[in-house]
């Protein structure tokens, strides 16, 4: 029998916010549509949606098919047979699919000439700041190296050669853990070969600018204006572009201390790991910092200063390129931040804002009311990471004055706490803020990190007594930092997850967009409720799926603030939309990831699921060849490509999913963004060919998939699967490049 929508979604902890988010009296419906009666929702579709969404791999309430008879077939009102038979074979296309009347654009791809560098690799947030008609600045975040693909087309695309295979054999001995050149001699020549590639790599991450304009066909083209520019992974190490540091950060950043100093006081070289990011209304733009991790050691000590650049080494593997900072003795405690760029100033190479606090950055939303205090809100991305607040000390007056920047020097940042009844509260990090960490039993794997003392770092938690002896030695945040009480601030800001851990803020499930719609309310996507062995899980109690178990495939929160005031202590939640398959109650996507909402408060969302997983083979049972049921993880191959979905917030298909476009082999569509009058979304899509590289000769395989009809029926499907990417020239042996597309309808009215 297929689950109701609404009747999974309470059994995930709703029932009581559904009350309280509804006393809210807000603009539009809670959509929680009635999943199972899917015949109204069909019939709904055409008055609801304005495209015809476009046929992915697997049977949705809101798709329809051609049977082998040639008859449309919706497939909501389908017979199981009927649906096994329209979707018994499937080909994947290497290409970015979209609904009949719709088209796309290419308008950067890596390796194009930006200012007096180029467009950089794996492009993810994209921000568009109009300057005028038709007209503005498009800022793009470059996020991290995907190895295959990068290496085996950089000649081709950059045009120049770098030391790949002699790099790979000197480094191969050491293995996964890498090697740490940063002590070595400046004349050893691994040590020139790895500082060779890496300046390569950190050059092709960051943040770029690019002016665009709309010509008289409805296509946007570039303009190279002087405004057009790169801030790299090493932006102020040789041309002197440093970014500069505001908040209490910058006084653990000025002094001598327990760990690794870089000598440079307040100024920092370069950004990177740029994944997410938001837009102010007054034209700035902020770029988040996520997996800093991969590229320098992320613990600090009680005082806030850096582990030792040896502690990251660098290194190759089948996914990507890290321990860039290792060669260059970058200190970990500068990277991890929210960096705010004005996009019309060509002299701005950003400012990080450390009272926005220290973590895994993955977006940000921006909440801006005169009168009010700013809000700005961030999700740590990772496994057991938080969700933030930022509250400005004084309030804003005009929400277009450039001014309002200043408001992010000083304010208080918080934590949040979720309850299962759909309340929460705000928990600040501060010195006196009492530590009362949850235990780790109530957490997806076990276990819960806490801050080190006195070595620094943190240490794993794993039984409920050394939570308990933990909270019993340590009773405030100020026992477990060190320095003058504003270093003591900086110290907690710059190591915020551990001390929000402390704090006993929720330990949630892969914290991705966080999203301001017109009505004020926060729409948080959460990507995956797995745990890991090293960050451990979410709250079970918040986020867990119908058997009370982790739960891969994620969800959509709303998050209402009492009284809807930007600085409230608390607030009421909602699950708006889960992950999964429709006969469990899913919607047909998994590991929900950005999310852009439109003018009327629908919506757009891309997924993120995991790049060797996509297209994954499934057998029939569902059972592996050890007689084990496949893991939620693997059974991720049945969604196909990461796509783009829409999510309506009102009107008859509340609570549905429709399909409105498929991204190319192995990539991630990331970053949406409309222009203002909704005739354009640009879209981001990165690391195409990321496992298998470039697609040659237009190899393909079929593969099998165990696939269900939306209640629950197995049937086979042959899928065939390109073998790599040749996204976006499409022509046999086209290296696979980022990119970035703008998509508009054919015959140019609104996308919404």
Known sequence: MTIKRREFLLFLGATAGSVALNSCHQKFVMPFGDGANSAKNAENIPGSINFKPVKGPMPLPTSSAVAETGQLIQISTASAQQQAQAYSTYEVADDLVLPEGFTYDIIAAWGDKVGDSHFGYNNDYLSFVE????????????EYISAKPWIQTYQKVIGKSLPFAKLEKAITPAGKSGINVFGAPEKDPIKKMVKQVAKAALIDVGIGVISVIRNDDGKWVRTNSPADRRITGISGLEDGRYLKSTGPGVAVFNKKGKGYLDKLGDKIIGTFNNCAGGTTPWGTVFSAEENIQNFVPEPVFAD???????????????????????????????????????????????????????YRHEAVGIRVVAGKPLAFYSGCDRRSGHIYKFVSKNAVKDPKDRANSKLLTDGMLYAAKFNADGTGKWIALKADTPVNPDLPSIHAGGIINLPLRPAGGFFKVEKDAEAAAFKQKFKTLDDLYEGTANEKQGAILIDAHYAASAAGATCTARPEDTEIAPDGSLYITFTSGSASDSDGGPDLRIFQGKDGKPYEYGWIMRLIEDGNEPSAMSFQWEMFAAGGEPETGGLGFANPDNLVIDKGGNLWMVNDMSSDKLNGA?????????????????????????????????????????????GPMECETTGPFFTEDEKTLFLAVQHPGEVNGMRKDMAAENRNFAMKTIDGKEFMQTR???????????????????AVVAIRRVNSQRLT
């Open 131 to 142: 300057t005028g008609k038709d007209e503005g600045l498009l800022t793009v975040n470059f």
């Open 720 to 738: 065939k699967v390109p073998a790599g990417s040749n996204w976006p020239g499409k022509k046999v042996d086209s290296p696979p490049l980022p």
């Open 618 to 662: 499934v057998p029939a049972g569902r059972i592996d060849k050890d007689g084990k049921p496949i893991s939620q993880s693997s059974l991720r191959g049945l969604y196909g490509n990461n796509a783009i979905w829409f999510l309506p917030a009102s009107g008859p298909s509340v609570g549905e999913a429709f399909l409105f476009g498929i």
């Open 304 to 358: 806030g200063t850096s582990f030792d650049p040896g502690r990251k080494n660098f290194y190759i593997d089948a996914e990507e390129i890290g321990g860039l900072g290792n060669v260059f003795g970058l200190a970990g405690n500068k990277y991890g931040w929210m960096v705010e760029v004005d996009p019309a100033n060509p002299k701005d190479y950003g400012t990080k804002h450390t009272w926005l606090g220290r």
